[in-house]
């Protein structure tokens, strides 16, 4: 079964940056896409990035801009840059994968961004 393990979640200021990695584990034998969503206390799951089998990509209109993912296929490893954040980024962000026909989500990474 693919398994995804995320890192580099962290506590950072605003206006700095993080980059979240996401590797996957297991067989893959059919890659839909792969992306990340994230959580905020209170409020509901929000799908913040996407990257497709075409390569296409997809941003929520919140980090148009600031935030940009991408794919490594050697490694099996999407990763989201995060530049000039913001405290209402505080959130889990969750990865997530869409192949072998099921969906599969990461246990979550933390962000803090402090004012």
């Known amino acids: 079964q693919v398994q995804l393990a995320e890192s580099g979640g962290g506590l950072v200021q605003a206006g700095g940056s993080l980059r979240l990695s996401c590797a996957a584990s297991?067989?893959?034998?059919?890659?839909?896409?792969m992306g990340w969503y994230r959580q905020a206390p209170g409020l509901q799951r929000e799908l913040v990035a996407s990257i497709f089998s075409s390569e296409n990509t997809y941003y929520s209109d919140s980090v148009t801009g600031r935030f940009t993912v991408s794919i490594d296929s050697a490694k099996n490893t999407v990763y989201l840059q995060m530049n000039s954040l913001k405290p209402e980024d505080t959130a889990v962000y969750y990865c997530?994968?869409?192949?072998?026909?099921?969906?599969?989500w990461g246990r979550g990474t933390q962000v803090t961004v402090s004012s």
């Open positions: 297991g067989v893959i034998f059919r890659f839909d896409a």
């Open positions: 997530y994968s869409d192949g072998n026909g099921s969906y599969y």
